[in-house]
């Protein structure tokens, strides 16, 4: 499974560029905010730092305004994935740009069925909200993921499924277990992946071995 981190934080990038194990970003408006800067200017410096597919997010709105800002992106640098909103105009817009050979992510998806219509749309990419879902129906977050994975190898779609929405560690477990492609984490969970207690307790045994 690939790790994406979900953030637009340029520092937490920076530093976690230098671990070697993150494929790709994503981004969205609330997290772009949380930066400050243009998203234009954001995701520029961003395709300075990691060499993959970076997801930027359109505003939602008719087709032809999404396909016309998803175009600015793309013409940004040739890792951009264009993040579409889960709707009708969205679909459409993700019709159009899969044929011009635009790569799109299509997020807050919440059921097979959105997820569907958007692998049939030619998405490159579909988000489910793994941690939004278990808010309103906690456990039922991977069900989801493990549907859409399931869904899309039956059929045939070449559409990837990128867990979004992830909480916590075990989020990142499920996600795994349930065979979905990408992971996309924030860069605190990233962080907590790397830990267990007792591997610091057993450093600790170590080192006390050592001094004697
Ligand atoms: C996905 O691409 C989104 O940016 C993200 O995972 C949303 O997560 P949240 O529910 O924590 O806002």
Same mark, same amino acid.
């Given at each position: 499974?690939?790790? #994406? =981190?979900?953030?637009?934080?340029?520092?937490?990038? &920076?530093?976690?560029?230098?671990?070697?194990?993150?494929?790709?970003?994503?981004?969205?408006?609330?997290?772009?905010?949380?930066?400050?800067?243009?998203?234009?200017?954001?995701?520029?410096? =961003?395709?300075?730092?990691?060499?993959?597919?970076?997801?930027?997010?359109? &505003?939602?709105?008719?087709?032809?305004?999404?396909?016309?800002?998803?175009?600015?992106?793309?013409?940004?640098? &040739?890792?951009?994935?264009?993040?579409?909103?889960?709707?009708?105009?969205? =679909?459409?817009?993700?019709?159009?740009?899969?044929?011009?050979? =635009?790569?799109?992510?299509?997020?807050?998806?919440?059921?097979?069925?959105?997820?569907?219509?958007?692998?049939?749309?030619?998405?490159?990419?579909?988000?489910?909200?793994?941690?939004?879902?278990?808010?309103?129906?906690?456990?039922?977050?991977?069900?989801?993921?493990?549907?859409?994975?399931?869904? #899309?190898?039956?059929?045939?779609?070449?559409?990837?499924?990128?867990?979004?929405?992830?909480?916590?560690?075990?989020?990142?477990?499920?996600?795994?277990?349930?065979?979905?492609?990408?992971?996309?984490?924030? #860069?605190?969970?990233?962080?907590?992946?790397?830990?267990?207690?007792?591997?610091?307790?057993?450093?600790?045994?170590?080192?006390?071995?050592? &001094?004697?």
């Amino acid at each position: 499974m690939k790790f #994406f =981190i979900d953030t637009a934080i340029i520092d937490e990038i &920076k530093e976690v560029s230098e671990w070697g194990i993150i494929d790709g970003v994503t981004t969205n408006p609330s997290l772009i905010a949380k930066n400050g800067g243009t998203l234009l200017e954001v995701i520029q410096e =961003i395709t300075k730092l990691i060499d993959g597919p970076i997801s930027a997010e359109v &505003k939602e709105g008719l087709a032809k305004d999404m396909i016309n800002e998803a175009k600015i992106y793309a013409k940004l640098h &040739k890792n951009i994935v264009v993040k579409i909103p889960m709707t009708l105009e969205g =679909i459409k817009a993700v019709k159009v740009l899969s044929k011009e050979g =635009i790569k799109t992510n299509v997020t807050l998806v919440f059921n097979t069925t959105q997820a569907l219509a958007a692998a049939k749309a030619g998405a490159t990419y579909v988000s489910p909200f793994m941690g939004r879902l278990d808010d309103i129906t906690p456990g039922t977050g991977v069900f989801l993921v493990e549907d859409i994975v399931t869904l #899309f190898s039956m059929y045939g779609f070449d559409t990837k499924v990128i867990a979004a929405s992830i909480r916590n560690v075990e989020h990142v477990h499920q996600a795994a277990m349930a065979g979905s492609d990408i992971a996309t984490i924030p #860069f605190k969970v990233l962080k907590e992946m790397l830990t267990h207690p007792l591997t610091t307790k057993g450093l600790q045994i170590f080192a006390d071995a050592a &001094k004697k």
